[in-house]
C-alpha cells in the first residue's frame, strides 16, 4: 500500500511563501490523478488542488487561485504545492491524497501557520 508523506509547512508571515512535499512511497503514485487538501482549525477538510497523472492538467479551489501552484515530479515520486502570497485565512494542516480523495491515503499532514 502506498504511503503519503507530507512535508515543509511552517509559520509564515502573511504575504509570505511555502512550498510543500508529498512523497509516495510506491510507484503506483506516478499512475494516479493526486490532490492537496487542507483542514482548518474548527473546520471541515476541504479540497485545495488536484493534478492530473501525468501533470497535463490542475485545478484550484477558487480561494486560492492565482496564488498556488501544483505540481509533479513523477521519477522522484513527489508532487509539490507552491503557496505565495500566504492570508492568515491559509492558516491549516496540509494533506496530499489521490483525487478523489481515499480515506486509507490519508496522512499526518503538514502544518501551515500564517501570521498577519
Known amino acids: 500500500q502506498v504511503q503519503l508523506v507530507e512535508s515543509g509547512g511552517g509559520l509564515v508571515q502573511a504575504g509570505g511563501s511555502l512550498r510543500l512535499s508529498c512523497v509516495a512511497s510506491?510507484?503506483?503514485?506516478?499512475?494516479?490523478?493526486m490532490g492537496w487538501y487542507r483542514q482548518a482549525p474548527g473546520k471541515q477538510r476541504e479540497w485545495v488542488a488536484t493534478?492530473?497523472?501525468?501533470?497535463?492538467?490542475?485545478n484550484y479551489a477558487d480561494s486560492v487561485k492565482g496564488r498556488i501552484t501544483i505540481s509533479r515530479d513523477n521519477p522522484k515520486n513527489t508532487m509539490y504545492l507552491q503557496m505565495n502570497s500566504l492570508k492568515p485565512e491559509d492558516t491549516a494542516v496540509y494533506y496530499c491524497?489521490?483525487?478523489?480523495?481515499?480515506?486509507?491515503?490519508w496522512g499526518q499532514g503538514t502544518q501551515v501557520t500564517v501570521s498577519s
Open positions: 491524497n489521490r483525487a478523489p480523495a481515499q480515506d486509507t491515503y
Open positions: 510506491a510507484t503506483g503514485f506516478r499512475l494516479v490523478n
Open positions: 493534478i492530473t497523472w501525468d501533470g497535463s492538467s490542475t
